[in-house]
């Protein structure tokens, strides 16, 4: 969600909105929020809290994953994401780089 907050981000204040109208100080809190990025922010925020209490995993590691196959398949993920169908419908055009640095965050 980073990755795409620019590109994305009156998609995201839309999200927040929602998710919080049906809280009684909906107006109050949707106002409360300095900036747009601000806004944006908290949607992402709110994603993290919901994946924490759903207990999906933090990171790969966390899911059981090793951290050197990851390093050592690196070339294979990014060749493959980069083919994705996927890939090419994100806001943001992800270079095989930016692609490495995602995968290395999850880690």
Not at 10 to 22: A, M, R, T, W
Not at 61 to 66: L, M, S
Not at 68 to 76: F, L, P, Q, S
Request: some cysteine.
């Amino acid at each position: 969600m980073k990755f795409n907050i620019l590109l994305n981000i009156y998609i995201y204040i839309s999200i927040i909105q929602v998710l919080l109208c049906d809280s009684e100080s909906f107006h109050d809190i949707t106002h409360a929020f300095e900036d747009d990025h601000i806004a944006a922010h908290a949607l992402i925020q709110s994603v993290i809290l919901l994946k924490k209490a759903l207990n999906i995993p933090k990171n790969l590691i966390t899911a059981g994953i090793d951290r050197n196959k990851v390093i050592e398949y690196m070339d294979e993920l990014t060749g493959t994401a980069m083919k994705d169908m996927c890939t090419g419908g994100n806001p943001v055009n992800p270079t095989e780089q930016d692609l490495r640095g995602l995968i290395l965050r999850l880690i």
